[in-house]
């Protein structure tokens, strides 16, 4: 893939995955191989999104409101990019899968409450809290749509195993 177009919206959340996105591109990639689509209205986003050479990708945070306060359900707002994309659309966020979305190391709700909830039983049962480790993956799971596999023609076996 030729450039990577991380998209978030501006509210904090928003900026700081993006900050995540950009700082973790930048260990792997050259700087001038990614650009990071800002705070836009949603008809400039898909108009750039259309726009994309065909050795891209998009990796899609959180995308929830744009630059003219318009507000989105997040699987709406990934549906019209992934509608609009002549690319693969990765995504940080497990709530964003069957949306049209490839897939990737998502963030999880469920993951995170289980890990949080096993920490939790430990404490129950005497453990000292200050012996038990933080951790900042826990949350994540490797997971993909199958149907998005297919379609950008994407071998499962070339998938990674976590």
């Known amino acids: 893939m030729n450039r990577k177009a991380p998209r978030t919206d501006h509210p904090q959340s928003g900026l700081h995955l993006a900050l995540v996105i950009v700082?973790?591109?930048?260990?792997?990639?050259?700087?001038?191989?990614?650009?990071?689509?800002g705070n836009w209205p949603m008809p400039r986003l898909l108009d750039e999104v259309r726009r994309l050479p065909q050795q891209s990708l998009i990796l899609l945070g959180a995308y929830f409101r744009d630059s003219e306060?318009?507000?989105?359900l997040s699987h709406a707002s990934a549906q019209l990019i992934t509608d609009a994309s002549r690319v693969p659309v990765?995504?940080?966020?497990?709530?964003?899968?069957?949306?049209?979305?490839?897939?990737?190391?998502?963030?999880?709700?469920?993951?995170?409450?289980?890990?949080?909830?096993?920490?939790?039983?430990?404490?129950?049962?005497?453990?000292?809290?200050?012996?038990?480790?933080?951790?900042?993956?826990?949350?994540?799971?490797?997971?993909?749509?199958h149907t998005q596999l297919e379609k950008w023609g994407i071998d499962e076996s070339n998938l990674p195993k976590k």
């Not at 306060?69 to 989105?72: G, L, R």
């Not at 049962?125 to 749509?145: A, H, L, S, W």
Request: hydrophobic share 40%.
């Open 90 to 145: 990765y995504s940080l966020l497990d709530f964003n899968l069957g949306h049209g979305i490839v897939g990737g190391d998502m963030i999880s709700g469920y993951y995170q409450d289980i890990a949080a909830a096993k920490k939790g039983l430990r404490v129950l049962q005497g453990e000292d809290p200050d012996t038990i480790p933080v951790t900042m993956e826990d949350g994540n799971q490797f997971m993909f749509d």
């Open 69 to 72: 306060e318009s507000f989105f």
């Open 23 to 37: 700082a973790g591109m930048v260990t792997c990639y050259l700087p001038e191989r990614f650009r990071y689509i």
